[in-house]
């Protein structure tokens, strides 16, 4: 039996194989699909809503809606609602509202319960900031400890 | 009678202000300007309806906040008589069907947004484009070269809004 090993932190800063291709640097190209699509040019902005799901690559998105501000280029992505990043099959991610920044290749995913799972081990907190560029995660909770669960591979 | 001098400020102050009442009443947000569309034929037809048809028609306009947007098309045929005004010209008014239509949408500094597409239904007197069911969007947005496909697709040039819902699907590639 592998023995589990939980710890209660108040920061953990982890590095993991990446969780999400950055879609700055990533040519492959993105498929959505979703119930419908409001353009308002005038504000830049470009809404997905209903049953969005988001697909680059390995990677697949979730959510209840979309947004992407724009201007010259993308400026911001943001998810809301049930939000899910899952890599393959062994990378999963999930929280209220996910925010992604091209310019500084920063995901930053929150909720009331935001989790970063991968295989067997698991974070809990209500913050995950995930550098794309330097592919390091940092799980954090306001007002208390991270939960971790490490189950070793062998 | 001569007036005195409060009286003639008066006068002047109640001239001003109705000057720029009327000059604010004849402000429009957003005009329709016809470049180029001149009817190539125009007839009755058996049901006592005014068709006209059209080659390469071009419409553009600028919204509230400085947008600009153009629309052409290879072809426009117009159905019905529509209404007209003094300010309206016969032509730009009424449904017309558009063949090849590209329409951009063009913010101060900034990229534009367009799209195309086989067929639409456009409505001059209100900017209303309506494209139909399975038609194929392409277009550029936010550095990405974008095809969508909905149920329904709208749009409204002169508030420079794009709607498509009943299922929608978008591919995009980076530029």
Request: proline residues 5%; neutral net charge.
């Amino acid at each position: 039996m592998r023995p589990m090993l939980h710890f209660a932190l108040p920061l953990l800063a982890l590095t993991i194989g990446c969780i999400t291709a950055p879609l700055a640097q990533n040519k492959e190209p993105i498929r959505i699909t979703a119930e419908a699509l409001d353009v308002q040019h005038s504000s830049g902005q470009a809404t997905f809503s209903g049953n969005v799901k988001l697909v680059q690559g390995g990677l697949t998105l979730t959510a209840n809606r979309l947004n992407a501000r724009y201007g010259n280029g993308l400026e911001t992505l943001t998810a809301t609602g049930n939000v899910q990043f899952v890599r393959g099959n062994t990378e999963t991610a999930s929280g209220d509202t996910a925010t992604y920044e091209p310019t500084t290749q920063t995901l930053t995913l929150t909720g009331n319960k935001v989790t970063l799972q991968r295989g067997p081990s698991t974070l809990v907190g209500d913050k995950l900031v995930y550098n794309l560029a330097t592919q390091v995660a940092r799980v954090t909770k306001q007002g208390g400890p991270v939960e971790a669960t490490f189950v070793p591979q062998n | 009678m001569t007036l005195t001098r409060a009286q003639k400020l008066i006068g002047l102050g109640l001239a001003a202000t109705g000057l720029a009442a009327l000059l604010a009443l004849n402000v429009r947000e957003s005009r329709t300007i016809v470049v180029e569309a001149q009817p190539a034929t125009l007839q009755t037809n058996t049901s006592g309806t005014l068709v006209g048809a059209m080659e390469a028609p071009r419409y553009s306009g600028r919204s509230a906040n400085g947008t600009e947007w153009n629309l052409t098309a290879a072809t426009a045929n117009q159905i019905g008589s529509g209404q007209t005004g003094e300010h309206i010209p016969s032509h730009a008014t009424g449904e017309l069907r558009l063949t090849q239509l590209a329409a951009t949408f063009t913010r101060p500094d900034e990229e534009p947004l367009s799209i195309a597409s086989q067929a639409a239904t456009y409505q001059p007197h209100t900017t209303q484009l309506t494209l139909p069911e399975g038609t194929d969007i392409s277009g550029t947005l936010g550095g990405y070269t974008v095809v969508l496909q909905a149920a329904q697709a709208n749009a409204e040039l002169s508030a420079t809004t794009l709607r498509l819902t009943g299922g929608v699907s978008a591919t995009l590639w980076a530029r």
